[in-house]
């Protein structure tokens, strides 16, 4: 089999493990399709709300820093896996410590360097960053959260042209 033949299966299992977190993710939804009465606590845009996982103290205080839109998004991961929130916002020197070791770009160009943050890096927990496969449902669940939700405006690092970042998304 030819390098072309392995990069096209490749890709091709890329597209699927994408549509399985959909799938995964609208079955979640349709198990639950009764809404209860709007609290802060099962408010998926409030940083009070509770997910079925819930998050943990560092991830909590990330979770603050985000963009609403984002919040939501994470929340809602976080109703389907446990999640950890690596990256909400960065300052000048996390950025540029980021940048420095190959992550991202200078600041202030990251949109991770704007508050609320409208880039967060999130993983499912236990992070393990070979498990391309567990990032590509959790990016499939985003993008179905996202549609479901009418925030048309998320992106995945999975697409940088100059390297994946699977953990990462934003808003553009």
Do not use: C
């Not at 943050?117 to 993008?143: C, K, N, Q, T």
Request: no cysteine; aromatic share 10%; charged share 25%.
């Amino acid at each position: 089999m030819d390098l072309a033949s392995i990069r096209s299966i490749r890709d091709q299992l890329d597209r699927l493990r994408v549509q399985v977190g959909e799938s995964l993710y609208l079955a979640e939804l349709a198990a639950n399709s009764i809404a209860p009465p709007m609290t802060p606590e099962t408010n998926p845009y409030s940083v009070n709300y509770l997910p079925v996982h819930p998050w943990g103290l560092a991830s909590r205080q990330r979770l603050a820093e985000l963009e609403p839109d984002l919040r939501y998004i994470a929340n809602k991961l976080a109703d389907i896996w446990d999640m950890t929130i690596i990256w909400g916002y960065r300052n000048e020197a996390q950025q540029t410590h980021a940048y420095n070791r190959g992550n991202g770009l200078p600041w202030p160009d990251s949109n991770h360097n704007v508050m609320p943050s409208r880039a967060v890096d999130i993983a499912r927990h236990p992070l393990d960053w070979d498990d391309i496969a567990g990032f590509d449902e959790m990016i499939g669940a985003a993008y179905a959260i996202a549609k479901e939700a009418g925030i048309d405006n998320m992106r995945s690092g999975k697409y940088f042209s100059n390297r994946a970042d699977y953990a990462h998304l934003e808003l553009v």
